[in-house]
Nanobody, 117 residues
Protein backbone atom coordinates (compact mmCIF):
# COMPACT_ATOMS: atom_id res chain seq x y z
CA UNK A 1 0.00 0.00 0.00
CA UNK A 2 1.04 3.54 -0.76
CA UNK A 3 -0.25 6.50 1.20
CA UNK A 4 -0.34 10.01 -0.20
CA UNK A 5 -0.58 13.18 1.83
CA UNK A 6 -1.22 16.48 0.10
CA UNK A 7 -0.55 19.92 1.54
CA UNK A 8 -0.44 23.53 0.44
CA UNK A 9 -4.02 24.26 -0.47
CA UNK A 10 -5.83 27.34 0.72
CA UNK A 11 -7.47 30.61 -0.21
CA UNK A 12 -5.74 32.98 -2.61
CA UNK A 13 -6.77 35.97 -4.67
CA UNK A 14 -6.89 35.78 -8.43
CA UNK A 15 -3.43 36.37 -9.85
CA UNK A 16 -1.76 34.88 -6.82
CA UNK A 17 0.29 31.74 -6.37
CA UNK A 18 0.19 28.53 -4.37
CA UNK A 19 2.45 25.53 -4.14
CA UNK A 20 1.02 22.09 -3.53
CA UNK A 21 3.04 19.18 -2.21
CA UNK A 22 2.31 15.49 -2.09
CA UNK A 23 4.45 13.00 -0.22
CA UNK A 24 4.17 9.28 -0.83
CA UNK A 25 4.93 6.78 1.91
CA UNK A 26 4.38 3.14 2.73
CA UNK A 27 5.45 0.07 0.79
CA UNK A 28 7.01 1.93 -2.10
CA UNK A 29 8.67 -0.27 -4.69
CA UNK A 30 8.78 1.95 -7.74
CA UNK A 31 6.87 5.10 -8.57
CA UNK A 32 6.31 5.24 -12.32
CA UNK A 33 4.57 8.59 -12.45
CA UNK A 34 3.03 11.18 -10.15
CA UNK A 35 0.36 13.66 -11.01
CA UNK A 36 -2.24 16.14 -9.95
CA UNK A 37 -5.92 16.05 -10.78
CA UNK A 38 -8.66 18.43 -9.74
CA UNK A 39 -12.39 18.36 -9.32
CA UNK A 40 -14.48 21.50 -9.24
CA UNK A 41 -18.02 21.49 -7.81
CA UNK A 42 -20.42 19.83 -10.22
CA UNK A 43 -17.65 18.79 -12.61
CA UNK A 44 -15.73 15.63 -13.33
CA UNK A 45 -12.24 15.07 -12.07
CA UNK A 46 -9.67 16.18 -14.64
CA UNK A 47 -5.96 15.85 -15.16
CA UNK A 48 -3.95 18.94 -14.29
CA UNK A 49 -0.37 17.75 -14.73
CA UNK A 50 1.68 14.59 -14.63
CA UNK A 51 5.38 13.82 -14.37
CA UNK A 52 7.04 10.48 -15.06
CA UNK A 53 9.93 8.97 -13.19
CA UNK A 54 12.15 10.07 -16.05
CA UNK A 55 10.99 13.66 -15.79
CA UNK A 56 8.64 13.89 -18.74
CA UNK A 57 5.69 16.17 -18.09
CA UNK A 58 2.24 16.73 -19.50
CA UNK A 59 -0.20 19.52 -18.70
CA UNK A 60 -3.83 20.29 -19.28
CA UNK A 61 -4.17 23.07 -21.84
CA UNK A 62 -5.94 25.24 -19.28
CA UNK A 63 -2.87 25.41 -17.01
CA UNK A 64 -0.01 25.43 -19.51
CA UNK A 65 2.32 28.34 -18.88
CA UNK A 66 0.90 28.94 -15.40
CA UNK A 67 1.47 25.68 -13.50
CA UNK A 68 4.68 23.72 -13.13
CA UNK A 69 4.93 20.15 -11.88
CA UNK A 70 8.15 18.84 -10.39
CA UNK A 71 9.25 15.92 -8.29
CA UNK A 72 11.92 14.78 -5.89
CA UNK A 73 12.32 11.08 -6.54
CA UNK A 74 14.53 10.60 -3.49
CA UNK A 75 11.76 11.96 -1.29
CA UNK A 76 8.88 10.41 -3.27
CA UNK A 77 7.33 13.85 -3.40
CA UNK A 78 5.62 15.75 -6.17
CA UNK A 79 4.98 19.48 -6.27
CA UNK A 80 2.65 21.72 -8.21
CA UNK A 81 3.60 25.37 -8.46
CA UNK A 82 0.51 27.33 -9.44
CA UNK A 83 0.97 30.91 -10.64
CA UNK A 84 -1.43 33.45 -12.10
CA UNK A 85 -4.31 31.65 -10.49
CA UNK A 86 -7.80 32.19 -11.85
CA UNK A 87 -11.18 31.76 -10.19
CA UNK A 88 -11.78 28.79 -12.48
CA UNK A 89 -8.84 27.02 -10.85
CA UNK A 90 -10.94 26.63 -7.71
CA UNK A 91 -11.23 22.92 -7.00
CA UNK A 92 -10.15 20.08 -4.79
CA UNK A 93 -6.73 19.00 -6.00
CA UNK A 94 -5.84 15.33 -5.74
CA UNK A 95 -2.44 13.73 -5.87
CA UNK A 96 -2.13 10.53 -7.89
CA UNK A 97 0.65 7.97 -8.10
CA UNK A 98 1.19 5.15 -10.55
CA UNK A 99 3.15 2.54 -8.68
CA UNK A 100 4.96 -0.71 -9.16
CA UNK A 101 5.27 -3.37 -11.78
CA UNK A 102 1.54 -3.48 -12.46
CA UNK A 103 0.98 0.26 -12.52
CA UNK A 104 -1.47 0.47 -9.65
CA UNK A 105 -2.96 3.91 -9.05
CA UNK A 106 -3.22 5.47 -5.61
CA UNK A 107 -5.01 8.68 -4.65
CA UNK A 108 -4.62 11.23 -1.93
CA UNK A 109 -7.59 12.64 -0.04
CA UNK A 110 -7.34 16.00 -1.74
CA UNK A 111 -6.59 19.56 -0.79
CA UNK A 112 -8.92 22.48 -1.47
CA UNK A 113 -7.75 25.43 -3.51
CA UNK A 114 -10.04 28.43 -3.56
CA UNK A 115 -9.28 31.39 -5.80
CA UNK A 116 -11.27 34.54 -5.05
CA UNK A 117 -11.93 37.37 -7.46
Amino acid sequence: QVQLVESGGGLVQAGGSLRLSCAASGSIFRINAMGWYRQAPGKQRELVAIITRGGSTNYADSVKGRFTISSDNAKNTVYLQMNSLKTEDTAVYYCNVNHGEYGIYYWGKGTLVTVSS
